[in-house]
């Protein structure tokens, strides 16, 4: 097999599959090497969704986080059209590009079946909701979004990967033990020992390799930057009570900065009608929510995050460090996630299976352990979010009913961002940085638009260099 590529592509997230695309469109003659840890999309699976087994089994690559499609690949597939949330693309592009870049990458995903039906935060009925929102201190972000749906958003991926996969070389199953540096080159080496070479390198690890990615980064003498620290916990109610609000924007993002603290707090991937999942980061068990298309798999339940976000300074620089400490402490608790009905949280009281049994609601994470969030919480993250609940109670009453749950934790995993150009290009010549691992996205909108970005600028130098 050739060891010697024009261009390597590190991780095949979003934004790793959409620059796939792109120099596929734009620079078809390169030689092109994809590499992920994870699987294709055809094999990718979780042990417990398989309903092989009821409990995470620590594999030792996550089928839900690694592979074809990244962490995006098993979401719901919310695509939002904005720059206020989902990424800090801004910091390098002007807006104007960046909704250019959205824009684009969504014209990919209807080419390969995604749903052209927008909800809008611009009808009268969203803009009632929020002025009526506003009451409250609480603030409705502006954007549009599409809601994919986790049943098609695997379509739209399996598509893609058929109009890619014959384009370009893919490795699958390798995990890459370091990247080095040389004389107008990059290597990849394997954990196996294998050895990739290219003069052009677009990293896009994903969050389940944002620590490594981040300690790479360091032993290559790239600076580091402090990236917020988003830590919280998912939220799950009967859908009645957010049904006013999600049936008129499906995904509100709704921010509240606390009185207490003064802390921003928001609801973050709701979930309408949805399920309650986990997740396996590098062996800590977290916790996350889908939402399907189709009615008939659709739950009565609505979830949600609820996060805290905090930015730290020096010498604080590892905010992936701190997020899996934090989480690592429900697992060692429950064993893996962690729920808890709101009342038993303010009163007090640890929820256990006797009063989980007497709740109204029932859990569709049926795997999650009753416990005491406040033993693995932080105190400030905990008075944040009780604090929210109590704001968004007003504007969808029952959100702090007793039998609400609250499950733990959720955690947000964001490298330290590398120091960029406004070409995604480290300081390192001909190496780019994209998507959430990186710390440069947090969302499948501005990750996809990030790996197109640098794919452009790559495709142009290598054309510039072919004489075209």
């Known amino acids: ?27 078809p003659s390169a030689r092109v090497l994809v590499v992920d840890q994870g699987a294709d999309i055809y094999r990718r699976q979780c042990p417990i969704v398989a309903g092989k087994v009821k409990t995470c089994i620590q594999c030792k690559v996550c089928g839900t986080m690694c592979g074809f499609g990244g962490a995006g690949a098993f979401s719901d597939g919310k695509f939002n059209f904005t720059t206020a949330f ?25 080419k390969h079946g995604a749903t052209t039906e927008v909800y809008s935060t611009s009808t009268p009925e969203a803009r009632a909701l929020e002025r009526e929102a506003l009451k409250y201190d609480l603030h409705l972000l502006q954007a549009q979004c599409k809601h994919l749906g986790t049943e098609n958003n695997l379509k739209i991926l399996t598509s893609i990967y058929e109009a890619i996969r014959d384009k370009h070389t893919f490795l699958f199953d390798t995990a890459v033990a370091s990247i080095e540096a040389g004389e107008g080159a990059y290597a990849l080496v394997t954990e ?44 799950e109610l009967p859908a009645t009570v957010f049904e006013h609000i999600t049936d008129v924007v499906y995904e509100s993002k709704l921010v509240y900065r606390t009185k207490q603290y003064g802390d921003p707090v928001r609801t973050f991937c709701m979930n ?11 062996g800590i068990n977290t916790v996350n929510g889908h939402s399907y298309s189709d009615p008939a798999l659709r739950s009565e339940n609505t979830n949600f ?3 805290v976000s905090n930015r730290f300074t020096s010498p604080f620089n590892e905010p992936y460090r701190y997020g899996k400490h934090i989480a690592s402490l429900s697992n ?42 406040s033993l693995a919480l932080p105190k400030r993250q905990l008075d944040d979010i009780i604090e929210m609940i109590y704001a968004l109670d007003k504007l969808a009453p029952g959100t702090a009913n007793y039998d609400t749950l609250l499950y733990g934790a959720e955690v947000k995993f964001y490298s330290a961002r590398i120091k960029l150009s406004h070409e995604l290009e480290t300081a390192l010549p001909g190496f780019f940085a994209v998507g959430d691992g990186a710390g440069v996205t947090r969302g499948l909108a501005q990750a996809g638009a990030s790996g197109v970005k640098a794919a452009r600028v790559v495709a142009a130098r290598l054309n510039g260099g072919l004489g075209k």
């Open 86 to 110: 989902g990424g800090w693309l801004t910091d390098f592009l002007e807006e104007k590009e960046v909704m250019e870049l959205i824009g684009y990458v969504d014209g990919l995903n209807v």
């Open 332 to 373: 060692m608790l429950a064993g893996g996630v962690l729920v808890q009905r709101f009342g038993d949280l303010v009163g007090g009281r640890r929820t256990n299976d006797h009063r989980m049994s007497k709740s109204f609601v029932r859990p569709t994470l049926t795997a999650a352990v009753p416990g005491d969030l």
């Open 305 to 307: 995050a609820l996060l």
């Open 272 to 282: 309408p009608y949805g399920h309650v999942v986990a997740e396996n980061v590098e």
């Open 1 to 27: 097999m050739n060891t010697n590529y024009d261009v390597m592509i590190l991780g095949t997230g979003e934004a790793g599959i959409y620059a796939a695309y792109e120099l596929s469109l734009k620079c």
């Open 192 to 235: 196996g020992g294998e050895r990739y070479t290219a003069p052009y390198l677009i990293a896009g690890p994903g969050r389940s390799g944002a620590e490594w990615f981040a300690n790479q980064c360091k032993g290559l003498g790239l600076e580091l930057l402090n990236n917020q620290v988003d830590i919280g916990v998912r939220v």
